[in-house]
């Protein structure tokens, strides 16, 4: 079945970089994009990027230019999503889902559990 | 603050329906045929119950509808059960700077 699998919960100060990731099993890793999602607390989910695990193109909401970087290893069927510069705002849960439908990017059938990042000095 | 609006809460007793609505504009809602609908429990994942505003995925029940009219999309739930008790979420493709938008998400309480 499909899964996504999502590293464990970070704790970093501001300024600092993290480094995520989304290990896909249970389909073919490079036939669908793997978006990133975050929510922070008391708020609705805020799109992120998308990342095209064919070939590495990437998009990003104007928001992140230049703060998210993404990759993968299609070896083990892995997304990474590295965002820098963090600050307190940062403190979220991030997912990782596959896109689906139209553009890749219509709706997501599956997510990843969750990763908690906190961001506190 | 979220780009598509819904209600905080809403809430109906077992057996009852209820309906969710989420707003957007001509830019996300009312311009594309891609709006999707998630459900979430606390400390989960959300889990797809509606996509292209009106189709559900297999094995998510007859009892959730979707619809969507101008700007404002829908979210029914039929014959209230207490495991409905959750949060749902509206998401419509955007196709601009952010390629998709999300609302703020409705708690919905199951008397």
Not at chain 1, 77 to 102: F, H, I, K, Q
Request: aromatic residues 12%; charged residues 15%.
């Amino acid at each position: 079945q499909v899964q996504l699998l999502q590293s464990g919960a970070e704790v970093k100060r501001p300024g600092a970089s993290v480094k995520l990731s989304c290990k896909a099993s249970g389909y073919t890793f490079t036939g669908y994009y793997v978006h990133w999602v975050r929510q922070a607390p008391g708020e609705g989910p805020e799109w992120m990027a998308w990342f095209n695990p064919n070939g590495g193109g990437t998009n990003y909401a104007q928001k992140f230019q230049g703060r998210v970087t993404m990759t993968r290893d299609t070896s083990t069927g892995t997304a990474y999503m590295e965002l820098s510069r963090l600050t307190s705002d940062d403190t979220a849960v991030y997912y990782c889902a596959r896109g689906r439908g139209y553009d890749a990017s219509a709706y997501f059938d599956y997510w990843g559990p969750g990763t908690q990042v906190t961001v506190s000095s | 603050q979220s780009a598509l609006t819904q209600p905080r809460s809403v809430s109906g007793s077992p057996g009852q329906s209820v309906t969710i609505s989420c707003t957007g504009t001509s830019s996300d809602v009312g311009g594309y045929k891609y709006v999707s609908w998630y459900q979430k429990y606390p400390g989960k994942a959300p889990k797809l119950l509606i996509y292209d505003v009106d189709k559900r995925p297999s094995g998510v029940p007859d009892r959730f509808s979707g619809s969507k009219s101008g700007n404002t999309a829908s979210l029914t739930i039929s014959g209230l059960q207490a495991e409905d008790e959750a949060d749902y979420l509206c998401c419509s493709y955007a196709a601009r700077d952010t390629y998709v938008v999300f609302g703020g998400g409705t708690n919905l309480t199951v008397l």
